[in-house]
């Protein structure tokens, strides 16, 4: 089945600054990229999704990026702001209908 | 819609007590998940159901844990016997039919075994 590793598991960043969160996928029959927001004590939700016939999409200041060859992605996030932090997850599916398998996560800080 | 209800919030149990956790999906989602959160795990992938009935539930951890989807708008998560292992937050999640959608969360069912 799909495995989905995440890195790293925890990120500092000053506010400001960019933040990159690494994804890599096995199967290479998925075709759907989501990325995953959770602030704390809540539920995770999407801020962002890429699908396998596309390269990169962007949304003001997030993108994410895809390289099917290599099967990683990427999650992007430009002049961070203290409202960015929380616990990020990357995700694969296609293959099987609507399944989904999520990264183990990265829990970023922002620091002000 | 409200969105992905589950039921209870929060739920302390004894040790070797049954436990069952409820969800509602959203109205015309056809998939659904539960998911298991852990500082150690991440998320992780327990069930999936697809027009009420299971098609992949190789994430479940052993016979001690059951699922069913009796109709369209209900799903249980059963633990028996609970072990303090088991503690962790329970996610269930809807998807609409079609490929490549979005899964929308519920807020997610806190369990505490002691």
């Known amino acids: 089945g799909e495995n989905v590793e995440q890195h790293p598991s925890t990120l500092s960043v000053q506010e400001g600054d960019s933040a990159v969160i690494k994804c890599t996928y096995s199967d290479s029959a998925s075709n759907y990229f989501p990325w995953y927001k959770q602030e704390l004590g809540k539920r995770p939700q999407l801020i962002i999704d890429i699908r396998s016939n596309v390269g990169e999409k962007k949304d003001q200041r997030i993108a994410v990026t895809l390289n099917k060859t290599a099967k990683h992605f990427s999650l992007h996030i430009t002049e961070t702001q203290p409202e960015d932090s929380a616990v990020y997850f990357c995700?694969?599916?296609?293959?099987?209908?609507?399944?989904?398998?999520f990264g183990a996560g990265t829990i970023l800080r922002v620091k002000s | 819609d409200a969105g992905v209800i589950q039921s209870p919030r929060h739920e302390v149990t004894e040790m070797g007590q049954e436990v069952t956790l409820r969800c509602k999906p959203i109205?015309?989602?056809?998939?659904l998940f539960w998911y298991r959160q852990t500082m150690m795990r991440g998320l992780e992938l327990l069930i999936y159901f697809n027009n009420n009935v299971p098609i992949d539930d190789s994430g479940m951890p052993e016979d001690r844990f059951s699922a069913k989807m009796p109709n369209a708008s209900f799903s249980t998560l059963k633990i028996q016997p609970s072990e303090p292992r088991d503690s962790a937050v329970y996610f269930c999640?809807?998807?609409?039919?079609?490929?490549?959608?979005?899964?929308?969360f519920g807020q997610g069912t806190r369990l505490t075994v002691v």
């Open positions: 995700a694969a599916g296609g293959r099987y209908g609507n399944k989904l398998v």
């Open positions: 109205s015309g989602h056809n998939s």
């Open positions: 999640a809807s998807i609409p039919d079609g490929p490549n959608t979005e899964a929308f």
